[in-house]
């Protein structure tokens, strides 16, 4: 493991309901940047107020891990490490 083995995360929310320009295209580039962080997947998602980008280092859950994530009742989440719903 070396000093890029963690994924890359980048976003933007802002308070103003309604588009800001170019934010979308800001945080496509901003996570093109941070391709040597996570190599092996990379995602975007955006709404009215807020884009997440994320490059992803798989290393468990090969298949569906990709990010950002988002739950049948629309909220949506990236990060890096692991979620263990236990109860």
Not at 10 to 19: F, I, N, P, Q
Not at 36 to 46: E, I, L, N, T, V
Request: proline letters at 5%; a negative charge.
């Amino acid at each position: 493991m070396g000093d890029s083995d963690l994924c890359g995360i980048a976003g933007l929310v802002w308070s103003d309901k309604g588009r800001v320009d170019g934010a979308p295209a800001s945080v496509r580039a901003m996570t093109a940047e941070l391709s040597h962080r996570g190599p092996d997947a990379d995602g975007f998602w955006h709404c009215d107020n807020a884009a997440f980008g994320h490059r992803r280092l798989s290393i468990i859950d090969l298949t569906t891990g990709d990010q950002p994530m988002q739950s049948p009742t629309g909220m949506v989440v990236t990060y890096n490490g692991e979620i263990y719903n236990f109860v």
